[in-house]
């Protein structure tokens, strides 16, 4: 290197270093620097979205004419299939929605999220939106700006609470990008992901949202295109039309709450299925196929430029039309059903996708169905559905994620007008008064519970760093051989009831971990005959230490392992014990409970 790059090379590690050293400076950096990433991986998602969209609508009619108009029949499957492998080699954490996973990284492990998960999330929620699965684009794009966040934040060794600060940065502007919302997106990054609108770093967020929104507003929007969405200008009629427009947030609350458990059932539902887990998204794939090829208005995120069941170029989706009185009532109310069944297919069965998009489809076509029935009986006295839709799609998403603020300032910065602030207001604040009362948890924090984390709580404080993993191990957890032949191992998993043990070789010491897993992929591939554990089992598994805390665990190694086996710091191979799921969702259920 000669040296005038080496005097330039000195320059910017000397420009760098009093940047550091300079927090405000070098948070203000960072937060840009996130709301860019932010907002440049919302157009390559769009981007992606639309191109992957083209290739298999206006593609597959014209690769597969042998099968007419059916063709749309196999498009999800193809699509559920390749998210499925997506998932099943590259991250598992790309499966869902995505906040949910942000939610846990942010109250459980530090702000941390791998940096692989932001490509691998944007090709599979891409294929899944892309091949007519009925998601959203939005929970993506949350989920991928919140680990671009994460990962500026771990390169450059940053401690937790500026890792979750730029967590939050990149969410917020990944809702700031797709919306064109960045007031939105920081209200949801803090009501939704954080729980807390109280945060020290409150203006990196705002920074980090205003700079994805500068990104959007270049590649994404337009003067003649502000939003996503078509919006026609309503207003109330009178005064009195306050009470219908309550009656509608009480008929939006438990119709959210009868989504949320369809949802989990659809999930349940597939969970029990004996086949292999990546090949369930494409069976998911096949019965949305069927749906979209009756009503084709399902496919996708419902709203925008796409290309329909024919392969032709569409300016606008079911949801649009709705808020412009486009649908009949006998479509509104088929695509209202016919959404939810959809989206609790696609993901229940393993897709990749959000739920944000699929609650407003859903909200507008109840608020019209609604508004559609007032007003044939009162037409001097109401507005039209239009105006119902609309306040229906904001409240419906509130009562399911819980969002109530984020709803009202969203639907301010899509119209960009007070004139249904009120009736919009009393409905979301009744939707999400009915939907609490029935149930605390939204749709992404009931994800969660189910894991055993109950994230309102852990709001208020985490007993995690408070438990080591010495108090709650399982000392005699039971261990097999390396020579333990196959059938074996399969008598001793049916009898004891365990999925997975410990490894051990001739001396005594931990060789590695087996599972159900393991054990299944084996049979898979063929005969098992002569085989022993040492052939399938997994070798340098991810351990702990007794002296460690079970927040420590968990932000090292992550939630998704069913067993850990804990060693000697000392001496790794000797086995202590194992840490099992069970120990940590009993131990952290026992301290929230004694602090009540």
């Keep these: 290197m000669d040296r005038q790059s080496t005097g330039k090379a000195d320059l910017l590690i000397e420009l760098f270093n009093r940047v550091r050293s300079n927090e405000l400076v070098f948070g203000v950096a960072l937060s840009v620097l996130v709301g860019v990433i932010a907002g440049f991986g919302a157009v390559v998602f769009w981007q992606a979205i639309k191109w992957l969209n083209w290739l298999f609508f206006y593609g597959g009619s014209r690769a597969l004419p042998f099968l007419g108009d059916y063709y749309v029949i196999v498009l999800p499957a193809v699509g559920g299939l390749l998210v499925g492998l997506i998932i099943r080699y590259l991250a598992s954490e790309v499966k869902g929605e995505g906040p949910p996973e942000v939610m846990e990284a942010y109250a459980l492990r530090a702000g941390r999220i791998r ?139 438990g119709c959210g709450i009868l989504f949320v458990r369809f949802f989990y059932r659809t999930e349940n539902f597939f969970n029990r299925l004996q086949i292999p887990t990546w090949l369930k998204p494409a069976i998911g794939g096949l019965a949305v196929g069927i749906i979209g090829f009756f009503f084709p208005e399902i496919f996708g995120v419902g709203y925008g430029m796409h290309f329909d069941a024919s392969g032709s170029l569409i300016p606008f989706g079911a949801l649009d039309q709705a808020l412009t009185e486009d649908l009949a009532l006998s479509t509104l109310t088929a695509l209202l059903f016919l959404k939810i069944l959809a989206t609790s297919i696609t993901l229940g069965s393993g897709g990749s996708g959000g739920v944000f998009a699929p609650s407003l489809f859903i909200g507008a076509m109840l608020g019209g169905i609604f508004g559609y029935g007032l007003h044939a009986l009162l037409p001097d006295m109401t507005a039209s559905y239009g105006a119902y839709a609309l306040v229906g799609m904001g409240a419906f998403f509130a009562v399911v994620v819980r969002g109530p603020i984020t709803a009202i300032i969203i639907l301010f910065e899509l119209t960009m007008r007070y004139t249904l602030i009120l009736p919009l207001m009393i409905s979301v604040v009744v939707a999400t008064i009915l939907g609490r009362m029935f149930t605390p948890e939204s749709i992404y924090s009931e994800r969660l519970l189910k894991k055993g984390i109950n994230i309102r709580e852990i709001v208020q404080g985490n007993p995690m760093k408070e438990i080591s993993v010495s108090q709650i191990m399982s000392r005699n957890f039971p261990t097999v051989d390396l020579n333990m032949p196959i059938d074996e191992l399969s008598d001793k998993l049916k009898k004891s009831g365990h999925h997975g043990f410990p490894v051990l070789d001739e001396n005594g010491n931990l060789a590695g971990v087996v599972t159900v897993t393991d054990l299944v992929s084996a049979m898979q591939r063929g005969s098992t005959e002569n085989m022993t554990v040492a052939d399938i089992a997994t070798r340098n598994p991810k351990v702990a230490y007794p002296d460690q805390t079970l927040h420590d665990v968990m932000v090292i190694i992550g939630s998704d392992v069913g067993r850990i086996p804990v060693v000697e710091r000392g001496n790794p191979q000797k086995l202590l014990g194992v840490l099992r799921r069970h120990n940590i969702v009993s131990a952290y259920t026992r301290a929230m409970t004694s602090r009540k």
């Design 115 to 253: 940096w692989q998960v932001t490509p691998v999330k944007i090709l599979a929620s891409a294929l899944s939106i892309g091949s007519g699965g009925s998601v959203g684009r939005e929970g993506p794009i949350v989920h991928i700006g919140a680990s671009a966040g994460s990962s500026i934040g771990q390169l450059f060794h940053l401690n937790e609470e500026w890792v979750k600060t730029l967590l939050l940065c990149g969410a917020a502007g990944g809702i700031s990008a797709t919306f064109n919302a960045p007031l939105a997106g920081i209200i949801f990054a803090l009501e939704v992901v954080a729980g807390n609108f109280i945060n020290p770093r409150f203006g990196y967020i705002v920074i980090s949202s205003v700079s994805a929104n500068i990104i959007a507003k270049i590649f994404l929007f337009s003067e003649a295109h502000p939003t996503s969405f078509s919006l026609p200008e309503y207003s109330i009629v009178n005064y009195a039309e306050l009470v219908p427009y309550a009656l509608l947030g009480v008929l939006v609350g």
